[in-house]
């Protein structure tokens, strides 16, 4: 399965989708620009995932993505 339909996979939920706004589940991608947080933190694991980075090294590419603390 390619990264795009892993997205599309964990967003097919309708809860989810009416939860966080997102529309148009088949148009998503994995790559920017992204249109609502949600879709740019889970592409972010995705990719970073699939590329062998450790869980604390996504976490802290998440962590720069929403300036946290």
């Known amino acids: 399965m390619d990264r795009n339909q892993v997205l599309r996979e964990i967003l097919s939920d309708e ?3 009416k939860k966080y706004n997102i529309k ?19 592409s972010v694991i995705i ?3 699939d590329n062998n980075l450790s869980d604390s090294q996504i976490y802290k590419k998440i962590k720069n993505i929403h300036n946290i603390g």
Do not use: Q
């Open 15 to 17: 809860e989810l989708c």
């Open 24 to 42: 148009d589940v088949e148009k998503l991608t994995t790559n920017a620009p992204y249109f609502n947080k949600t879709i740019e933190v889970l």
């Open 47 to 49: 990719n970073e995932n």
